[in-house]
Each structure stands twice: as C-alpha cells, then as structure tokens.
C-alpha cells in the first residue's frame, strides 16, 4: 500500500522542465504531480547561468515571447532582465558572433553592433581589451532559483504538487502504458508520465525499453562580490556566459566540459581549483575593471548533452501514454516554451505553437551504440580524479 497519492500526469524530475510543464499542465487544470528525488532545483536547474537567448531553437520565439510575461503569469518575481551584449577581443570574434545577429534578424529580432567606444559605455566594466560587441535586443537573463521557486509555487497554487526526497526507481506498464511510477516510498498510479529528469533522463527511460542518449558533463560558475551596476547586467564574451545580479555580483560561467560518469545517485558536481582559475582569469579578460574583484562563491553542475546538442521533447514509442524531455544545456531559458510543449504533448498529443520535429527520439534510430566514443565525450581518469 502506497502512501503517496496517484495522479493524472506524474512528472519526475523537479527541475525546471518538470515543474514548467507540471505549472502549466497544473493552470490549465490537470491533476499533476512532481516528484523529485533530492531538493527542487538542486542540480543544474539551480545552478546555471541563467541566459535566456536560445535563437537557435524552434521554440525560441515562444521563448521571447513569454519571458518579459513571466512574473505575471506565475504570481512570482523571476527577476528577468531583458536583452544582452557580447563583447569581442579580436576581428575574428566579432565575425563569429555576427552569426547570432544574422540568425535572430531572420527571425525579426533586431540587434546594434557596437565599436569600442559604444561597447565602453554600454559596459563600463569592460576595457581596451575589446574591439567591438554586439548589443542584441532579445534575450536576456534571469535569476535560476527564483524562477524555478516561482514555478514550483505556481503549479502548486494551480492544485499541483510537489514530492521531494523521492526517488522514482521503476514503472509498472500494462497494455503498453505506464499504469504507475515505482518509488522507494511506494507505488504511484498515473495516466500519463512525463520523464524530465536531466542527465538521468536516459537511464530511466531505458527501463521503458528506450534509451533516449544523454551524456553527462559538469560545469562551473563563479560570483565575485557585488560592483556598481551595469546599465545591462547580461554580457557575454572571452567565451563566458554570465549575468550581473542586481545586487551587483558577477555571476559567471564557461569552459571545457568534463564528461562524467552518471550514477544512479547522480554525479559529483564540486568546483575545481583549475577550472575556478580558469574562468576568473578569462572574467577579467573580458570585464578588466572587475579584475580586482575577489571570487566569493563557485559551484558545478551537471548538464546533460544529447549527441547533437539538441533537446529532445517527444512520446516514447515504446508507450504512448510516456513523454521525455532532455534539454540539452539550454533547459533554463527555454523552460517556459518547454513547459507549454510537454503539456501540448501529453493533453493535445503535438506541440500547438511550434514546429519540434527536430527534438524527436527518431533522429538517433541509427546512433551507433558507442556514440559517446565517437564524440570524444568519454569519462577521462583526470576527470574522476578531481571529481574525488
Ligand atoms: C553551470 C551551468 C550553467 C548553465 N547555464 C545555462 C544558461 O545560462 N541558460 C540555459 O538555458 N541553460 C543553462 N544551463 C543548462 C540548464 O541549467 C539545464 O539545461 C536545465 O536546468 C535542465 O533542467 P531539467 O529540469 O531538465 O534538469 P535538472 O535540473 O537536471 O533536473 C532534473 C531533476 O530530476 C531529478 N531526478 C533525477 N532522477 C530522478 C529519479 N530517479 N527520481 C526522482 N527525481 C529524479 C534530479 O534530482 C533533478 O532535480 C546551465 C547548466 C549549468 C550546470
């Protein structure tokens, strides 16, 4: 006898995927439950950097559109900030990263490109080791453990309910449906089961007979103690990614992935010594008048990569009444179009408002079995040793 109450959609996973679409399934009235096995938001989905521009996607637009809606339709501040600059140290890099402006004018999003003076002022952190930026007019920036707080709230304001410290360990099926979720604190019968479990995604799939390919890999960011506020506190560049906060603390990211092994448990996440130097020293590259600024706080996480580095939003063939999601390292600013795509899959069967044919499982049908491999994402001994 289970002491945990069933529910139409049982999500696992408490991270910003799962508690987006249990947020909106939960709105628009549909008995839901998340059930997280640690703490909401304890792994990557509480430790990003919280950028918000993925002109990338197909659910980008839906991405701009609902972000600056936000703190509304929650009822919760998520501290958005809209639009951010790239600056660039070198010709070549303002090349690069013209890609991005090009991408998002086609899709009607303007941009200003910026020379080092307007760069100087837009950013006054910066200095002359800049040559130019870019100032993009979409995107931007919020802050990880509001929003993901303002989801959790939301959806539970909307009926929807939150378990933690509960594991999922396996799925009872009948007819080819998932009929209930196993956990260590009993059986909870569903409808219908949304699997959004970051990098251990695949791993729980798998048990459904369909492996959807994640590989994990941690990554650090580091917050130096608050600076005068920039007029936007979203500057990328030297190959971070980062926010200022609004109490002025730079938070910031980037750098080599370390692939991981995944463990049931889930995988170690400390900050390095190595790649904490490494991110200070390019910070202060990109921003010279922060570069006096002590470091106060690192962290990792652990992300998850799909072999393409596109997410993966789609039912399971194996049983139809299963949907996955996967996002791929971009999950927090696509969060609420992703939310509203899992919920389209799982009440309406397809996504409504854009085209995700691209984030189907049937693109891997011919992954090779040792594709991590073949990437070069393989677990190395230096990797484990730090991860000690
Ligand atoms: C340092 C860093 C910087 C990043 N920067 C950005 C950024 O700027 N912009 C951006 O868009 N993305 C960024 N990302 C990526 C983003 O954080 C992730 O894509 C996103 O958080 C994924 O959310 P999720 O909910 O899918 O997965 P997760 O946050 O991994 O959540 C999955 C949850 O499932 C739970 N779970 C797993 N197994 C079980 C089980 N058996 N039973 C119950 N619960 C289980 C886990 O405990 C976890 O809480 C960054 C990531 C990191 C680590």
Redesign the pocket.
Known sequence: MSEIKGASVVI????????SAGWWLAQGGVDVLV??????????????????S?HHSPLFAEEQRLWPLMDELLGYPTEFRPERIRLASSEHQMALYGRALRNAARQGFDSEVLDLKQAKEMVPLAGDTVVGGYHYKFGG?AN?HRTLQGYAWAMQDHGGRVLQH????GFRTEGGRVTAVE?DRGEVGCDSLVL??????G??SAMLGQEVPVQSA????IVTEPLPLMPLGGVDGCGL??RQTLRGNLAY?GGPHEWLALT?E?TP?KPTTPLMLHIGKRLAQLLPKAAHARIIRS??????NTPDGRPVIDRLASQANVVV???????????PASGRAIRDLVVDGACGFADISTFSLARFAELEPNWRELQGWQVTAATEALAA
């Open positions: 696992v996973g408490g991270g910003v995927t799962g508690l059930l997280e096995k640690g703490l909401i938001g304890w792994e990557a989905s509480g430790r990003n950097g919280g950028g918000c993925h920036h990880p509960t594991t999922v360990t956990t959004a479990a970051g990098p251990q995604t791993r729980l941690r990554c650090e960011m990614y980062g990211g049931e889930g996440a962290w990792a996480g652990v992300i998850e999601a996967t996002l791929s390292s971009v999950g927090f600013g696509l969060s």
